[in-house]
C-alpha cells in the first residue's frame, strides 16, 4: 500500500471525506465553545465500519488518526495493513464485543468501549495477562435501559466500575452510551457524564452523527462519527 493516497480521492469515492471531516471538527469547535469547554477537549472517533480502503485513506491523507470499528472479524482484515503504513492510528472498537473474540480484541485495538458484563470483564482481564498488553476499557452503560441494548443500567453501573477498576484490576478511562433514538439525548449525556464524575473516569464517549454538539457540550471527551464523515455505509 503506497503512503501517497492520491488515488484516494473524492472524485472517485464520490464522498468528499476530507471536507467532510473539516466540517465536523468546525461543529465541534463551534459547540466547545459555546458551552465554555476548551478548544482540543473532544476527540472525533471516525467510524469506518463496512467502509473501505478507499475512503479510510483519505481521512488518513487529512491526517486523521482516530477511527471506531464495531466488528472484530472486520477490523482484523482491514487495519493490520493501514497500520504497518500509518504506526499512529487509535484504533477503538466500539461495538459489542463477545466474550469469544477477547483475544483478538485486545491484540487488535488500542481501546475497547463496549465492556457490559462481568464475564467480558474476566475475559479481558485475562487476555490482557496473557498478552501483556493493557487497551484502555470503557463501560458501555445503558442509559435508556432499553431490553434489546447492551450496557449496564444506570443503577448498577457504580457497582460494576468498582468491580472492574479494584476487583479486577482493569484499566477503566471512561463510560460509553447511546441514548434511545427517538429520545432527546441530551439527559442521557448528563447522566453518563454525573455517573462518570462521581466514580473518577474522565472519558466520556457520547454522541453521534445527529447529535455531536449536543455531546461536546455536554462533555464528551470522544464523539464517534460515521456517516457523517464517511457518507451512507454500502449496502450489504
Known sequence: MPDSVQNANPQKSGVDVQANLAAIKAGIEKALKEAGRPSGAVTLTAVSKQHDETRILQALDAGHRVFGENRVQEAMAKWPPLRDKFPDIELRLIGPLQTNKAKEAVA?????????????????????????????????????????????????????????????????????????????????????????????????????????????????????????????RPQA
Open 108 to 232: 487488535l485495538f488500542d481501546v475497547i468501549e463496549s465492556l457490559d458484563r462481568p464475564k467480558l470483564a474476566r475475559a479481558l482481564a485475562k487476555e490482557m495477562e496473557n498478552q501483556g498488553k493493557r487497551p484502555a476499557l470503557l463501560i458501555q452503560v445503558n442509559t435508556g435501559e432499553e431490553a434489546q441494548k447492551a450496557g449496564v443500567i444506570p443503577a448498577e453501573a457504580d457497582a460494576f466500575i468498582a468491580e472492574c477498576r479494584d476487583g479486577m484490576g482493569l484499566p477503566i478511562e471512561g463510560l460509553m452510551c447511546i441514548p434511545p433514538a427517538d429520545d432527546d439525548p441530551a439527559p442521557h449525556f448528563a447522566l453518563l457524564e454525573k455517573i462518570a464524575a462521581r466514580t473518577g473516569l474522565q472519558a466520556l464517549s457520547m454522541g453521534m452523527s445527529a447529535d455531536y454538539a449536543i455531546a461536546a457540550q455536554l462533555g464528551a471527551s470522544h464523539v464517534r462519527v460515521g456517516s457523517g464523515v464517511f457518507g451512507p
